[in-house]
């Protein structure tokens, strides 16, 4: 069992920036998968971005450039660094990890005023 705890959401203007965390009740070092997805309202959850325990990292065409995951082992904890944000960006920030299950976090609100 995994319970993931996301934090940092909150409100910003286009064009700032917002890091987004996500702590975990196991050693990471053992999660091969985690990602972050977002849905935004009336639309399906899209997946953002993916870290993996061998360092690989992958993003959605629309995030690239933009955003960063990175994953402290240390603190069980997986990040995702928003830079440059833009009205579409609003959503629900969601924290998955993947080990013999699927995990999802509560979430937590990002909305960015134009």
């Known amino acids: 069992q995994v319970q993931l705890v996301e934090s940092g959401g909150g409100l910003v203007q286009a064009g700032g920036s917002l890091r987004l965390s996500c702590a975990a009740s196991?050693?990471?070092?053992?999660?091969?998968?985690m990602c972050w997805y977002r849905q935004a309202p009336g639309e399906q959850r899209e997946l953002v971005a993916t870290t993996t325990s061998g360092a690989l990292r992958n993003y959605a065409y629309n995030v690239k450039g933009r955003f960063t995951i990175s994953r402290d082992n240390a603190k069980n904890t997986v990040y995702l660094q928003m830079n440059s944000l833009k009205p579409e960006d609003t959503a629900v920030y969601y924290c998955?990890?993947?080990?013999?299950?699927?995990?999802w976090g509560q979430g937590t609100q990002v909305t960015v005023s134009s």
């Open positions: 196991a050693n990471i070092d053992s999660i091969n998968t």
């Open positions: 998955y990890a993947h080990r013999l299950a699927h995990y």
